[in-house]
């Protein structure tokens, strides 16, 4: 059976959209997706990402954990002084002096909001809480008045939601409420559910529950056995008018309901989903590259909306369709989600106008001193190749964008590599614009490279991944090189392109390396752990 495709591609609702099938979206990529391991992000990056974020329309963003350390509250608290649009929402334990905190870091937001949280399933309340139902009602009472009495707007959450008793789980519901609560979530914290008992999870509560119908009620789903996107449509179906989730489904574990796909499932099944958001579509691309340059955390190429491949067609069968109708074999449009829907080629006599509008058609928007350092580094990447493609400008940008703010970076790299070892490497970088040199030997010149790094920056690390791949084809190509360090427990993945594999590993490794410095820094003062 075929469906008729409108001409961007997108079904929309035929009829009016209406307020009541508003779906309110609640980012949490910079809370719970910053809790990846390795996924942290500077204080520089949070605020980029936060105003990405409001050009999107995104409704609510959960801009961080302010009890879980000083980096954490003052990220909160910067974002809530430049945003002026979306909610800027941060996240509190049952505890008052974690809904202080929060409340102190919101301060400034013009729409600001208390989000907190108590687990009410069996074994949370027996292992980790060692609470009785009641103890845990007093605790929702008490902690919900407490919110509601510093911010009008009040989230309360039932962590591990899916299995909580039902019948406790409306009680519970009911404290919230009645304690001030103005939206309540009711998160498939292990991704457990399933997508038809997730949505009967909702309205049952919805049904039963006394004044149900003054709150949003909110989803927020991990993604544990793949279902995170699906159980999401389903609580929004069974009643719940708002979806937390993540750009490119960053968070604990399997991580959350992948923002992009929740939104573009909502506009292109209009037909049969008749809900609607507020996002616009044309600003994910650029946010899901900025969240995989930042965090160092690649998209897979068939990722669905912003994977390298959802838009391409290799098969001679699906090329043909595609010449003679597009919709034949796209639901959606690439420039919907902002994806260029070309591949144009550029070489060393494009000039900068031309590759301003090349990273535009792309989904940047770079500032006028990241634009010139961007072109510069465009025209040595094009003297090195005879055709530069997109996404070797996107490696590019990335590449750039993720090394940024590093304090230290790679300044000089020679390698005396073949068959004849051992294999040799010298090393110059720059800390905090001090500059360090070293050379060392290895079993390889990846070995040697990063023996040299050692020397130069002393460190615990263990090395859990390298990965190295071609960003176009041909021996000009780029190296993208992903690297994945643990020191203690922290875990801080790098990123980096170069023509040269040998010059990309080492800076990887660097980047790596500076984000597991600023992940200790941000964890020594005060570790906390949670996730919905």
Same mark, same amino acid.
């Given at each position: 059976?075929?469906?008729?495709?409108?001409?961007?591609?997108?079904?929309?609702?035929?009829?009016a959209?209406?307020?009541?099938?508003? @779906?309110? @979206?609640f980012?949490?990529?910079?809370?719970?997706?910053e809790?990846s391991?390795?996924?942290?992000?500077?204080?520089?990056?949070?605020?980029?990402?936060?105003?990405?974020?409001?050009?999107m329309?995104?409704?609510?963003?959960?801009?961080?954990?302010?009890?879980?350390?000083?980096?954490?509250?003052?990220?909160?608290? +910067? /974002?809530?002084?430049?945003?002026?649009?979306?909610i800027?929402?941060g996240?509190?334990?049952a505890g008052?002096?974690?809904?202080?905190?929060?409340?102190?870091?919101?301060?400034?937001?013009?729409r600001?909001?208390i989000?907190?949280?108590?687990?009410?399933? *069996?074994?949370?309340?027996?292992?980790?809480?060692?609470?009785?139902?009641?103890d845990?009602?007093?605790?929702?009472?008490?902690? =919900?008045?407490?919110a509601?009495n510093?911010?009008?707007?009040?989230?309360?959450?039932?962590? !591990?939601?899916?299995?909580?008793?039902q019948?406790?789980?409306?009680?519970c519901?009911? #404290?919230? /409420?009645k304690?001030?609560?103005?939206?309540?979530?009711?998160?498939?914290?292990?991704?457990?559910s399933?997508?038809?008992e997730y949505?009967?999870?909702?309205?049952?509560?919805? #049904?039963?529950?006394?004044n149900?119908?003054?709150?949003i009620? &909110?989803?927020?789903c991990?993604?544990?056995?793949?279902?995170?996107?699906a159980?999401?449509l389903?609580?929004?179906q069974?009643?719940?008018?708002? @979806?937390?989730c993540a750009?490119?489904? /960053?968070?604990?574990r399997?991580?959350?309901? +992948?923002?992009?796909?929740?939104?573009?499932?909502?506009? @292109?099944?209009?037909?049969?989903l008749? $809900?609607?958001?507020?996002?616009?579509?044309?600003?994910?691309?650029?946010a899901?590259?900025y969240?995989?340059?930042?965090?160092?955390?690649?998209?897979? $190429?068939?990722?669905?909306?912003?994977?390298?491949?959802?838009?391409?067609?290799? &098969?001679?069968?699906h090329?043909d369709?595609?010449l003679?109708?597009?919709?034949?074999?796209e639901i959606?449009? *690439?420039?919907?989600?902002?994806?260029?829907g070309?591949?144009l080629?550029?070489g060393?006599h494009s000039?900068?106008?031309?590759f301003?509008?090349?990273?535009?058609?792309?989904?940047?928007?770079?500032?006028?001193?990241?634009?010139?350092?961007?072109?510069?580094? $465009?025209?040595?990447?094009?003297?090195?190749?005879?055709h530069v493609?997109?996404?070797?400008?996107?490696?590019?940008?990335? !590449?750039?964008?993720?090394s940024?703010?590093?304090? =230290?970076?790679?300044?000089h790299l020679? =390698?005396?590599?073949g068959?004849e070892?051992p294999q040799?490497?010298?090393l110059?970088?720059?800390?905090?614009g001090?500059?360090?040199?070293?050379?060392?030997?290895?079993?390889g010149?990846?070995d #040697?490279?990063?023996?040299?790094?050692?020397?130069? /920056?002393p460190?615990?690390?263990?090395?859990?991944?390298?990965?190295?791949?071609a960003?176009t084809?041909?021996?000009?190509?780029?190296?993208?090189?992903?690297?994945?360090?643990?020191?203690?427990?922290r875990i801080?993945?790098?990123t980096a392109?170069?023509?040269?594999?040998l010059?990309? &590993?080492?800076?990887?490794?660097?980047?790596?390396?500076?984000?597991?410095? +600023?992940?200790?820094?941000?964890?020594?003062?005060?570790?906390?752990?949670?996730?919905f």
């Amino acid at each position: 059976m075929t469906h008729p495709v409108s001409e961007s591609a997108v079904a929309e609702p035929a009829a009016a959209k209406s307020a009541a099938d508003r @779906v309110i @979206v609640f980012d949490t990529t910079m809370r719970d997706g910053e809790q990846s391991p390795g996924a942290s992000m500077s204080h520089d990056e949070k605020l980029e990402l936060a105003k990405i974020l409001e050009d999107m329309k995104v409704d609510v963003i959960e801009a961080g954990f302010p009890i879980a350390s000083n980096g954490d509250f003052e990220a909160v608290r +910067a /974002i809530s002084g430049i945003v002026t649009e979306s909610i800027v929402c941060g996240l509190a334990r049952a505890g008052m002096a974690d809904i202080d905190r929060c409340a102190e870091a919101i301060k400034k937001a013009r729409r600001g909001r208390i989000h907190t949280f108590l687990s009410t399933s *069996p074994g949370h309340r027996d292992h980790i809480l060692h609470a009785s139902q009641e103890d845990i009602l007093d605790m929702i009472t008490k902690s =919900v008045t407490h919110a509601r009495n510093l911010c009008g707007d009040v989230e309360w959450s039932a962590q !591990d939601a899916t299995r909580t008793e039902q019948d406790f789980l409306r009680r519970c519901v009911d #404290a919230a /409420i009645k304690a001030g609560a103005t939206t309540i979530n009711l998160p498939d914290t292990v991704g457990y559910s399933y997508p038809s008992e997730y949505a009967d999870m909702f309205r049952d509560v919805i #049904a039963n529950v006394d004044n149900a119908d003054t709150v949003i009620f &909110s989803t927020h789903c991990h993604n544990d056995l793949g279902l995170a996107v699906a159980n999401s449509l389903s609580g929004v179906q069974g009643g719940a008018r708002q @979806v937390e989730c993540a750009v490119n489904g /960053i968070g604990e574990r399997a991580g959350n309901a +992948a923002l992009e796909e929740n939104v573009m499932a909502l506009k @292109v099944r209009g037909d049969h989903l008749r $809900f609607h958001t507020g996002i616009e579509t044309q600003h994910i691309t650029r946010a899901s590259r900025y969240v995989s340059a930042i965090t160092g955390f690649p998209v897979q $190429f068939n990722k669905a909306i912003v994977g390298k491949n959802a838009f391409a067609h290799e &098969s001679g069968i699906h090329q043909d369709g595609m010449l003679k109708d597009r919709g034949t074999y796209e639901i959606m449009q *690439p420039e919907d989600v902002g994806q260029g829907g070309s591949n144009l080629v550029m070489g060393k006599h494009s000039g900068r106008h031309a590759f301003r509008e090349k990273l535009k058609d792309l989904g940047y928007e770079l500032g006028a001193n990241a634009l010139n350092e961007a072109f510069q580094r $465009f025209k040595d990447l094009a003297d090195k190749k005879k055709h530069v493609f997109d996404d070797d400008i996107v490696a590019l940008v990335d !590449d750039a964008l993720a090394s940024s703010a590093d304090r =230290v970076q790679v300044k000089h790299l020679r =390698v005396i590599a073949g068959t004849e070892g051992p294999q040799q490497a010298f090393l110059t970088v720059t800390i905090e614009g001090v500059e360090k040199s070293a050379n060392a030997t290895g079993d390889g010149p990846v070995d #040697a490279v990063f023996n040299a790094i050692h020397a130069v /920056i002393p460190h615990q690390a263990v090395l859990r991944l390298f990965q190295v791949h071609a960003v176009t084809e041909g021996t000009d190509a780029q190296a993208q090189v992903s690297v994945r360090l643990e020191d203690d427990g922290r875990i801080a993945t790098g990123t980096a392109a170069d023509t040269d594999t040998l010059t990309a &590993s080492a800076k990887a490794y660097v980047n790596a390396l500076n984000n597991l410095f +600023a992940r200790k820094e941000k964890s020594a003062p005060n570790k906390v752990a949670s996730g919905f």
